[in-house]
């Protein structure tokens, strides 16, 4: 028997519209001041900050409410050193050819290369796993659906918690990743979707001008 009990929707609390406004113009404003960091200092992060960013994601809206998504939370120095050996080894073909010109050219202005010394600098790498099947019986795993989409948006979440508890972030992926799943040691089903480099930024931090170069709303979004 499916499980269809419905609850009272719980109130969000009252706001006017202009409070509606400004507070949607904060949280824009909050948002377009995130950057990807590609160069990290030591410095710690608390891991309540990536417990409350992972449960965040954890709340994202899912196909079925499948909830296709695990994240291995990596902080120990043996692993992030076999993490950067491997996605390093992954990355010097991708840059010696493997990617293509259309692709290298397109990474071109973001002066991106294979060293990526920061998986072992950054405090925290957050591997994300998209699951697949998934379901409580492991010998009896059912369908998940829109899987990329979910994990997206449960990574948009975890992303924006981050940036909000003033913490930097990368979305890093080595490509082919597979590598992830045994140093996770996570099963076959489960495919490596990226991985969330948090942080500090270190004192040597730039940011591609590139970087900048945002869409406006007139050329993102159309009304009908
Ligand atoms: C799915 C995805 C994969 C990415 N992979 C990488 C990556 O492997 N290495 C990297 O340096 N940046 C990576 N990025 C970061 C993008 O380069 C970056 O978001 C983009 O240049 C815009 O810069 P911004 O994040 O500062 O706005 C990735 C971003 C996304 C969303």
Redesign the pocket.
């Known amino acids: 028997m499916p499980h269809r009990e419905a609850l009272p929707w719980q109130p969000y609390p009252h706001l006017t519209d202009s409070e509606r406004v400004t507070r949607a113009r904060s949280f824009r404003d909050a948002m377009a001041s995130?950057?990807?960091c590609?160069m990290f200092s030591e410095d710690p992060v608390p891991r309540d900050v990536i417990e409350a960013a992972l449960a965040a994601a954890g709340s994202a809206p899912s196909g079925a409410n499948r909830q296709p998504w695990h994240f291995s939370v990596v902080s120990s120095i043996e692993a992030k050193c076999a993490i950067r050996v491997a996605a390093e080894e992954e990355e010097r073909a991708f840059y010696n050819g493997r990617a293509g010109s259309e692709w290298l050219d397109a990474l071109s202005p973001?002066g991106?290369g294979a060293d990526k010394p920061f998986l072992e600098i950054a405090p925290w790498l957050i591997v994300v796993f998209a699951q697949r099947r998934g379901g409580p019986d492991p010998d009896n795993l059912k369908q998940n659906y829109y899987v990329t989409e979910s994990v997206g948006i449960a990574c948009g979440l975890l992303l924006a918690t981050l940036h909000q508890a003033g913490v930097a972030t990368?979305?890093?992926?080595?490509s082919p990743m597979r590598f992830l799943n045994r140093i996770c040691r996570r099963p076959d089903h489960e495919k490596p979707a990226?991985v969330i480099v948090a942080g500090h930024p270190g004192e040597d931090a730039t940011?591609p001008a590139?970087?900048l170069e945002k869409k406006s709303l007139e050329q993102i979004a159309s009304w009908l």
Do not use: K, N
Request: proline share 7%; charged share 20%; glycine share 0%.
């Open positions: 995130r950057r990807s590609r973001l991106t990368l979305v890093h992926t080595p990226m940011i590139h970087a």
